[in-house]
């Protein structure tokens, strides 16, 4: 069975750091494209960033370009999302989903308030 | 970025009936690999998002046939041939073809 299990989500001060974890199991993480998905409360979904199987490439939503940085680690079957310069528009419950988003996990929140 | 029209944003209906809701697209979705990575999600309430459909037309894993995909180019439709009581939720298109991924505003689905 396929699991994804966010952790990580917290309150943090404007300007803080965070690191978000998803582990994954149930399947070959290392032959799968991953992404953050974020959700705010109340409202729709939004893509957040995209890394490939091995690592070597990602991608980013202008909001968080620069500040939030995604990262896996195919010996621990983890996928991670370094947020830096948090920011209270970050606010959200944010989800990892893999490849075409088949599978969610059930999110981790991070809220952003001083 | 590719932005993604969804109509109606609600959808009031009977159990047993059929639904319909409608997601454009502001550029076509074919990919150059010659697939169109259009997506449809439901969100039951106090769920992560499901996949429904992918693909335009395939039903995920477990997906009861009552759940049908169509369209091409910008338009694209997610058919509930006899809405059930557990169809309730928000429905998402999405697509994949280009970053950033993008997806509709949510069609909210209820019973009357």
């Known amino acids: 069975e396929v699991q994804l299990v966010e952790s990580g989500g917290f309150l943090v001060q404007p300007g803080g750091s965070l690191r978000l974890s998803c582990a994954a199991s149930?399947?070959?993480?290392?032959?799968?494209?991953m992404q953050w998905v974020r959700q705010t409360p109340g409202k729709g979904l939004v893509w957040v960033s995209h890394?490939?199987?091995?690592?070597?490439?990602?991608r980013y939503a202008d909001s968080v370009k620069g500040r939030f940085t995604i990262s896996r680690d195919n010996a621990k079957n983890t996928l991670y999302l370094q947020m830096n310069s948090l920011r209270a528009e970050d606010t959200a419950v944010y989800y990892c989903?893999?490849?075409?988003?088949?599978?969610w996990g059930q999110g981790t929140a991070v809220t952003v308030s001083a | 970025d590719i932005v993604m029209t969804q109509t109606p944003l609600s959808s009031p209906v009977t159990l047993g009936q059929p639904a319909s809701i409608s997601c454009r697209s502001s550029?076509?979705?074919?990919?150059?690999?010659?697939?169109?990575?259009l997506s449809w999600l439901l969100q039951r309430p106090g769920q992560p998002p499901r996949l429904l459909i992918y693909?335009?037309?395939n039903r995920f894993s477990g997906v009861p046939d009552r759940f049908s995909g169509s369209g091409a180019g910008t338009d694209f439709t997610l058919e509930i041939s006899r809405v059930e009581a557990e169809d309730v939720g928000v429905y998402y298109c999405?697509?994949?073809?280009?970053?950033?991924?993008?997806f509709g505003q949510g069609t909210k689905v209820e019973i009357k």
């Open positions: 149930g399947f070959t993480f290392s032959t799968y494209w």
């Open positions: 989903t893999r490849a075409i988003s088949d599978y």
């Open positions: 890394i490939n199987s091995d690592g070597s490439s990602t």
């Open positions: 999405m697509q994949a073809t280009q970053f950033p991924w993008t």
């Open positions: 550029q076509g979705l074919l990919h150059s690999d010659g697939n169109t990575y």
């Open positions: 693909k335009i037309s």
